[in-house]
């Protein structure tokens, strides 16, 4: 049961455009919420996250909206660069489930973004 | 070292073989996790540890055991391989256990299971 999902493997933008990059969840318990960027032959790499108290998180061109009610959040990127090419996964986490779920993410299958110069 | 330094980078290895994968960081960070990354599937927690001394399964621990002996290790080991483990393996690391605390990843060990 895939409780994080990206519905879409690949995403292609023009530079310049804005990138709109999906998560989907279904456990409601899910309160801490985290975008990882992975380039190829390296590990991930933290982008930004947000609180579900929160509904949008703003690091200069990334931003990050979470919609509570529908389990959905986005990461927006603007503008693209080509730079930005790689794979994006989101994940979830249950922060106050005690220390059984500490610290353990649940990722999405991940969105191959590419951006054309 | 700076970070987190795994290996090997990639191996092939026969079914039924044992092998520990590495996992070295310099951070002093009290928790690290391992992770399998599949076509499809994401990035999917094996096993963890929130401090030395102690270890706890993920979502997917079946045929894979760790070790934290000391602070900045945290070994993998599949005791006798199958081809179903053919993947990426990263291990990650945190300040502590809290998810505010970003985790940071290894390059990763390419595994093949012939």
């Known amino acids: 049961d895939q409780q994080v999902k990206q519905n879409s493997p690949s995403l292609s933008v023009q530079e310049g455009r804005i990138s709109i990059l999906n998560c989907d969840y279904t456990?409601?318990?899910?309160?801490?919420f985290l975008w990882y960027k992975k380039y190829p032959a390296e590990g991930p790499t933290f982008l930004i996250s947000?609180?579900?108290?929160?509904d949008k998180n703003e690091d200069g061109r990334f931003t990050v909206f979470l919609n509570k009610s529908a389990k959905h959040l986005s990461l927006h990127i603007v503008p693209s660069q080509p730079g930005d090419s790689a794979v994006y996964f989101c994940?979830?986490?249950?922060?106050?489930?005690?220390?059984?779920?500490?610290?353990?993410?649940?990722f999405g299958q991940g969105t191959i973004l590419t951006v054309h110069p | 070292i700076a970070g987190i330094t795994q290996a090997p980078t990639s191996q092939i290895l026969a079914a039924g073989r044992r092998m520990t994968l590495r996992c070295t960081q310099d951070?002093?960070?009290?928790?690290m996790y391992w992770y399998r990354q599949d076509l499809g599937l994401g990035l999917r927690l094996i096993h963890y540890?929130?401090?030395?001394?102690?270890?706890g399964k993920g979502e997917v621990p079946d045929g894979y055991s760790v070790s934290r002996a000391n602070t900045d290790d945290f070994p993998l080991t599949l005791a006798s391989a199958v081809p179903s483990q053919t993947s990426v393996y990263f291990c990650?690391?945190?300040?502590?256990?809290?998810?505010?605390?970003?985790?940071?990843f290894g390059p990763g060990t390419r595994l093949t299971v012939l």
């Open positions: 994940a979830a986490i249950q922060s106050n489930a005690g220390g059984t779920s500490y610290g353990k993410l649940t």
């Open positions: 947000i609180s579900s108290i929160k």
């Open positions: 456990n409601s318990m899910f309160d801490y």
């Open positions: 951070m002093r960070h009290n928790a």
């Open positions: 990650a690391s945190s300040v502590r256990e809290a998810p505010y605390n970003e985790q940071f």
């Open positions: 540890s929130n401090t030395a001394g102690t270890t």
